[in-house]
């Protein structure tokens, strides 16, 4: 297992983790754009263009590109976020070089008025698809409402109406203001020629402008409140409830995400042992949100609405009984347990490297191995774990009720 | 890639069969207990999955929490569930762990506590699993679609309702432990780093003490094929449509594989081409092989905008009707290269591993090595996939639809209904 690192004339990072013995690889464009570096005017205008840039390029139509990509068997797909677009490939390793020149072709999208016609329509049903499936825009609005004005509010998919009104002119002007080579790293994994693979890229990619893309990461001003969304024909209640988190690069994220294992994992957790193994709610959980400046903590409840109210309040209670009488040493020596096996697990997999590279580039941290991330999670220690509890109070959150429930109070 | 699988039956009918993966540091169980929900008698469905959830409600020496925490102190990352055959354990952790975890497991199976005050939690547990259905839409048209393709035992859902889970008692819990939980055609795969040796003495001395049992009778049901609307306002219409397929353990299995990988297999697919890329009427559409023991099903799906719903069924069908006339050589070459690729990406997890073993033994009575598969792969060609095609046209649809309004189709697209 060797880590091999590159940066181009043009900025184009390159980080790869090479492993002669594996069977595949994985490669990704890691591009730090996503919903927040967007106006309302083109919302949604990041996500669409993930979709567009897999339909063609000067040198290839939007079909050619899916046959490629099937003809080398790859295992592809692509995600926004809030702060972040990655184009992903796994494949064969004797598909490299393939894979390379595809992935930094469609990197540099022709944006033709006919496929951007036809996939807006695709967008418009992904849209119409969420709109459909739990929580029924409870996430976007729990980031809204918690994030406010702060840019990190706004929705990665945007709205039919704001979809609509994009035209190959605004996404290509968003594209030139935010795809500079220096705004974008190439990670890889698994069994890898790197040297090939820099020059390839160098080939590929070497030829693209760089320039500097902002982007504010100004601390957000969170919000605390408590909302309630009528959706009379879902059978079940929704809440979403957000805190305040660290962000991707405060050293107090690691002892927050076992915090975020002891009362939210989906087993022997907190939230578990009040709700899951009771059969109070369907689904029980807390999970981090860090992004570059600011961060949340998320918990969720799905329930029956029935048992929306009383569970409101098992979760204020449960918040302030672990506000008041803190966490256990055996609490955290079994979620530092459960945590290692994890990374394990999930390192044995080079799709999963690859996005861990990528992810670590993402929030500008250094490079960290397998074994110092295991080695990080297995230091943690009590006092971190409560210094995490004092620095974001649970208690202090917006919630987002989403459900046949009219009259949900906050709990008292 | 060499592959190797290694089998031992025990005296007492248990099957162990096993990949080591010695380029892994972790290690996966998936067992299969003979417990399946289709032996739910109807008053009591969901009894499978009701029992599933309570012999891990104590078990030997521990009780609930303590579980639990066995599980955890040892990283287990376990599941369980009941389906239409089986009742299924799994879990993947790191490789040392593997004998501790299944000493666990041993008291799971056969000496569950049933404790009687973890009843009515187990019980709101199984209501909660019945409500988590209700608001996946496309589920629910699927589900609907399974019950009238394979009839209302095969086509089941493990969950039951409400009504029926409300009236278990603990007493049909035992009774149904103890009929159906049996070490005869219970199957313990493994894969990871393992030495199967070790192994098969190991679980041979935690489950050597275990009876075999008779066979409890299998109910049968019949279908009642056709359409079917279920109204529901909503924004998008969805559409399931179903018709026969092959098992899995059949000769012409990997030939209507490669049909349907042809029609939904990749980003250059049939239905992802004419359906989303073409006429942009959808964000989700694929074609699927479902396999029971002895029969088949090709299931499709789309969910689409109510005013588009129309359209996108039509040109579904259109395409289905259309592989009569069979495939292309390209789209074959394509096919085969995503089919042994996705066979190495599988070589990565112990977890895949073990559950693919596990049904392979339960629908072979053997496992498919990477060796044979490719073997089977090398050999479809345009001709044999297109002889079987013309043989078996996709036709006599069964089709559910959920959405505010029905749609329309030809009579003759549609399954004859049976009284």
């Known amino acids: 297992m060797k880590y091999r690192q590159h940066r181009l004339n043009n900025g184009l990072n390159i980080l790869a983790e090479c492993n002669p013995q594996a069977y595949t690889s994985a490669f990704g464009f890691f591009v730090r754009t996503g919903a927040r570096d967007e106006t309302s005017e083109i919302s949604g205008v990041s996500h669409f263009l993930e979709h567009m840039v897999f339909k063609g390029t000067p040198n290839r139509s939007a079909a050619q590109v899916n046959l490629e990509l099937d003809e080398m068997g790859s295992s592809s797909n692509a995600r926004t976020g809030e702060e972040s677009t990655i184009y992903h490939a796994a494949v064969l390793p004797e598909f490299q070089g393939q894979i390379v020149e595809l992935l930094s072709d469609i990197m540099r999208p022709s944006l033709r008025i006919d496929d951007f016609e036809t996939e807006k329509q695709v967008i418009i049903e992904e849209i119409k698809m969420y709109d459909d499936q739990p929580p029924y825009g409870g996430y976007e609005r729990v980031m809204s409402e918690f994030f406010g004005k702060h840019p990190l509010g706004q929705s990665v998919l945007g709205t039919v109406d704001s979809v609509s009104g994009l035209t190959p002119e605004s996404m290509m002007s968003y594209f030139e203001e935010r795809y500079s080579p220096s705004n974008i790293c190439f990670a890889g994994a698994g069994k890898i020629d790197f040297d090939q693979l820099v020059e390839d890229l160098d080939k590929h990619c070497g030829q693209w402008t760089p320039f500097s893309p902002g982007r504010s990461t100004q601390a957000a001003d969170y919000r605390t409140g408590f909302v309630s969304m009528h959706k009379p024909n879902s059978h079940q209640q929704y809440i979403l409830q957000m805190a305040a988190g660290p962000s991707s690069t405060q050293e107090i994220r690691f002892a927050t995400a076992v915090l975020c294992s002891i009362i939210g994992d989906d087993s022997g957790s907190r939230l578990y042992w009040e709700f899951l193994d009771s059969g109070l709610a369907e689904s029980a959980g807390m999970g981090g949100y860090d992004y570059q400046g600011s961060g949340a903590i998320m918990s969720f409840i799905c329930c029956s609405p029935d048992q929306a109210q009383e569970n409101l309040g098992r979760l204020a209670k449960l918040q302030q009984n672990i506000r008041n009488e803190g966490i256990t040493q055996k609490e955290l020596d079994l979620a530092k347990r459960k945590i290692a096996s994890h990374i394990v697990l999930a390192s044995e997999r080079t799709n999963s490297r690859m996005f861990s590279i990528g992810a670590q580039w993402l929030s500008e941290e250094s490079f960290k191995t397998v074994a110092e991330i295991a080695a990080i999670y297995e230091s943690v220690t009590l006092d971190q774990i409560h210094e995490a509890l004092e620095t974001f109070p649970l208690d202090q959150n917006m919630t987002v009720t989403v459900g046949p429930c009219e009259d949900l109070v906050a709990p008292q | 890639m060499e592959q190797q699988i290694f089998h031992h039956t025990y005296e007492n009918g248990i099957t162990l069969v096993a990949q080591p993966m010695p380029w892994l540091e972790s290690a996966a169980f998936s067992i299969a207990v003979p417990a399946g929900c289709q032996y739910d008698a109807l008053p009591q469905r969901g009894i499978a999955n009701f029992v599933c959830e309570m012999v891990q409600r104590g078990c030997g020496e521990l009780n609930s929490r303590e579980f639990i925490e066995a599980l955890e102190s040892l990283g287990v990352d376990y599941s369980s569930s009941a389906s239409l055959y089986n009742t299924n354990f799994g879990g993947a952790m790191q490789a040392a762990q593997l004998h501790d975890a299944l000493r666990v497991y041993a008291d799971v199976l056969q000496r569950p506590s049933f404790p009687e005050d973890q009843l009515e939690d187990g ?232 559950g693919s073993i596990a049904g392979d033994w339960f629908h072979l009575g053997r496992v498919r090595t990477l060796d044979e598969v490719n073997e089977k792969i090398n050999q479809l060609t345009v001709e044999s996939i297109n002889e079987y095609l013309a043989a078996n046209p996709p036709q006599s649809f069964d089709i559910v639809t959920l959405g505010p309004q029905p749609l329309e189709f030809e009579a003759n697209e549609i399954s004859a209904t049976q009284a």
């Not at chain 2, 789309?302 to 390209?330: C, P, Y």
């Open chain 2, 123 to 354: 019980r709101s547990v199984c209501f909660q699993e019945i409500a988590a259905l209700k608001d996946d839409l496309a589920q629910r048209a699927l589900q609907k679609l399974r019950t009238n393709f394979y009839g209302s035992i095969e086509g089941r859902n493990c969950e039951g309702t409400h009504e029926t889970v409300q009236s278990i008692t603990l007493s049909d819990i035992r009774n149904f432990y103890d009929q159906h939980y049996r070490p005869n055609g219970l199957i313990i795969a493994c894969a990871g780093k393992l030495d199967f040796d070790l192994l098969q003495t190991h679980v041979g001395e935690l489950f050597q003490d275990w009876q075999s049992k008779p066979d409890p009778f299998v109910p049968t049901a019949p279908s009642t094929h056709g359409a079917e609307h279920i109204e529901h306002e909503s924004e998008q219409t969805h559409i399931a449509i179903a018709y026969p397929g092959v098992p899995y353990s059949h000769e012409d299995y990997y030939l209507n594989r490669g049909a349907i990988g042809v029609l939904s297999g990749g980003m250059s697919s049939r239905l992802f081409t004419e359906v989303r890329e073409k006429r942009g009427l959808c964000y989700t559409v694929f074609a699927s092989c479902h396999t029971l023991k002895d029969k088949g099903a090709v299931l499709c799906y789309s969910g689409t905008t109510n005013e588009r719903a129309q359209e996108t069924l039509d040109v579904i069908i259109e395409e289905l009707q259309k592989m009569a006339l069979g495939i292309k050589e390209d789209e074959l070459r394509r096919l085969k290269v995503q089919i042994k690729s996705g066979m190495v990406m599988q070589q990565e997890s112990c977890r895949g591993r073990a």
